[in-house]
Every structure is written in C-alpha cells, then in structure tokens.
C-alpha cells in the first residue's frame, strides 16, 4: 500500500547490474543531498550479505532483486502514484562520473 507521506515527493529509481558498497555510499549522499523520501534500487542479481547488512542501514532504501526493470518500475509507478519518480544512472550514485575520462 502506499505511503500516503509520499504524496507530491520524489522516489530514487536505479537499475544496477551489480550492487556494491560503494553505490550504497554514494546512495546515501545522493538521498541526503537530494531529500529523496524512498530509494528502489532493481538488479538481476542478489547483493553480497555484506551488501544488503549495509542497506538495512538505510531507512528509506529497498533492494529489488529481479531481471525485468520496466515492470518493477510499472510497479513501483503504480504504488506511489502521486510521486514524482526519478531514475538516475548507476554512475552517478557512485561518484564514478570522473573515473570514466581514463
């Protein structure tokens, strides 16, 4: 059901082939900069428990474990239907956007 607080705000969406400590610390950076209310992070393969240990950390982040993006995304669009929802690529959550140039 709904959160009816997420009424009118924005919800992180990314999809990641792989999730690692360093996405969810960036994550974290992302959502406090941004004032994301919830973060859905969609992948095809389940996080090391080291991983998913340091997600539960996160309050308002779900981990998503599936191989269709767009459905989830339906999912999660149908869920929250006043929400405003944001997909943002893997690198930036990173920091990673430098590290490209080499």
């Known amino acids: 059901m709904a959160d009816k607080q997420i009424a009118g ?3 992180l969406l990314s999809h990641l082939k792989k ?6 610390q960036g994550i974290e950076k992302y959502i406090d900069r941004n004032r994301f209310k919830r973060c859905f992070l969609i992948t095809p393969v389940t996080p090391h428990e080291n991983v998913l240990s340091y997600a539960q950390k996160i309050p308002s982040l779900e981990i998503i474990v599936s191989h269709n993006f767009r459905e989830e995304k ?3 669009t149908e869920t929250y239907p006043e929400a405003k929802i944001i997909t943002v690529d893997p690198y930036h959550l990173a920091g990673r956007d430098g590290m490209l140039d080499a």
């Open 9 to 11: 705000e924005s919800i």
């Open 19 to 24: 999730i690692g400590i360093v996405h969810l």
């Open 74 to 76: 339906r999912k999660i």
